[in-house]
């Protein structure tokens, strides 16, 4: 029997293992089946779960043993207004236009999935100012996806030997590594030894793919060629300085995945009317806070609350939400900038050093999210490959700068917390 209620008995009696329903009916009855016997066994109604719009079948590269989804509010933010590489002054004031190389100039409406109430009005305010200042610059300063097996060796001797094979044989990695693949690219190779153990950074260009599963693969073709022809031995294809899904000083410092910076300068007058305070104020409490408060406290985020976009972002768009530990790696600069007539404008800047981006693959295919990167003009692969992910990065940038601005704002004018009890939350 393929009924529900049939095959959660079968499941109950020991008949079917819960990863094996899909063996036995299509993927909406399985996951139904699943979420009888789930409810059967807590006690729980489980009826705004298996609430859900999309064929479990389409959920099936994401997710084993679905019973339903989990439905985060989304709204959306903007418009974003980008000034992003390859700029063309016509799209400038087009909600959703990006250029034919697919970089975020103009304005975009956000998507932001969220729970956390105040978030969004907070990131509108900072928008609409860097609007009324003409936009913000905002450009992919490196692009590298990244993983590193580690290997064995006797000791330090062979070590060498490894890396020097290593730094004079690229080409046949990248032969061996971009065999596995039609879009990504081997960028580099980067060594490093600790006593007996030979770590190899390969870093990839993984065009509007994140690329973390093509990197994967192309690597472990890469492996081989280093075990045929040295003395190492793979221990595992993931050594942890590649670094994913942990805090680590390596991305800060070398970039994982895209790195990207926007800034901005808000004119005095702007600062005062709509952020009700002053340059100088929002510089000394990003000084304290961001820079001196998390050097103290040893982050290495030195920013106020990038992740806070960078996560609603990746729920929104489909992008993998562990690795947001990587995308809050950002560092918020504020300067104050006096003109000669008197007035200090004020200058911003987000630097987001390892934020792993894409628009084919993985949660982008799912419907909800698709929509959402339809919003944005950036669903698919873009032209020339790469751009769509590029522009993606760049428009969370912007938004991340927005909520720097806003929340620094508020706290330099001590409104935190009222603007929190004004809306309730």
């Not at 992003?84 to 932001?112: I, K, R, V």
């Not at 190779?189 to 770590?199: F, H, K, L, T």
């Not at 104020?281 to 806070?289: C, D, L, Q, S, W």
Request: charged share 20%.
């Amino acid at each position: 029997m393929t009924d529900p209620e049939s095959l959660a008995d079968r499941v109950q009696e020991g008949d079917l293992r819960i990863h094996e329903l899909e063996a036995e009916a299509d993927f909406d009855t399985a996951a139904e089946a699943r979420r009888l016997l789930v409810e059967r066994e807590t006690e729980t109604d489980l009826e705004t779960i298996g609430d859900y719009s999309f064929p479990a079948e389409r959920a099936e590269p994401n997710i084993e043993n679905m019973i339903g989804a989990a439905q985060v509010p989304l709204g959306v933010v903007g418009p974003v207004a980008v000034n992003g590489e390859e700029t063309s002054p016509s799209s400038q004031n087009s909600p959703n236009s990006a250029n034919e190389g697919g970089a975020a100039s103009g304005e975009h409406y956000l998507p932001l999935a969220t729970t956390e109430g105040a978030l969004l009005a907070s990131v509108n305010r900072g928008l609409s100012v860097i609007r009324s200042a003409g936009g913000a610059d905002a450009r992919v300063t490196k692009n590298g996806m990244t993983r590193a097996p580690v290997f064995r060796v006797e000791g330090v001797a062979e070590a060498a030997e490894t890396v020097e094979w290593v730094e004079e044989n690229l080409e046949s990695l990248r032969e061996a590594a971009e065999s596995t693949t039609s879009h990504g690219e081997l960028l580099g190779v980067e060594p490093y030894v600790v006593g007996d153990s030979v770590y190899l950074r390969f870093a990839y260009d993984t065009k509007d793919a994140m690329g973390m599963n093509m990197a994967t693969i192309a690597t472990e073709a890469a492996c081989e060629v280093v075990e045929e022809e040295t003395p190492a031995s793979l221990v595992a294809l993931s050594g942890n300085l590649c670094s994913d899904k942990k805090p680590a000083a390596v991305n800060a410092v070398e970039g994982r995945g895209r790195s990207v910076t926007a800034d901005v300068v808000i004119p005095g007058d702007l600062v005062k009317d709509r952020l009700h305070t002053t340059a100088e104020a929002i510089v000394e409490a990003n000084t304290r806070k961001n820079l001196i408060g998390s050097a103290k406290a040893g982050s290495l985020g030195f920013n106020a609350h990038a992740a806070n976009v960078v996560g609603a972002a990746f729920l929104a768009t489909g992008q993998d939400e562990a690795q947001v530990v990587e995308g809050a790696n950002a560092i918020t600069t504020m300067d104050a900038r006096a003109n000669e007539d008197g007035t200090t404008d004020l200058y911003a800047s987000v630097s987001l050093a390892s934020l792993e981006v894409g628009t084919v693959g993985g949660g982008t295919k799912l419907p909800t999210q698709a929509e959402a990167l339809e919003i944005l003009g950036l669903r698919g692969g873009g032209d020339p490959a790469g751009s769509n992910a590029n522009a993606l990065a760049e428009i969370i940038a912007v938004g991340a700068l927005a909520g720097e601005l806003s929340l620094l704002a508020a706290l330099a004018s001590n409104h935190l917390a009222s603007a929190h009890e004004d809306l309730g939350r």
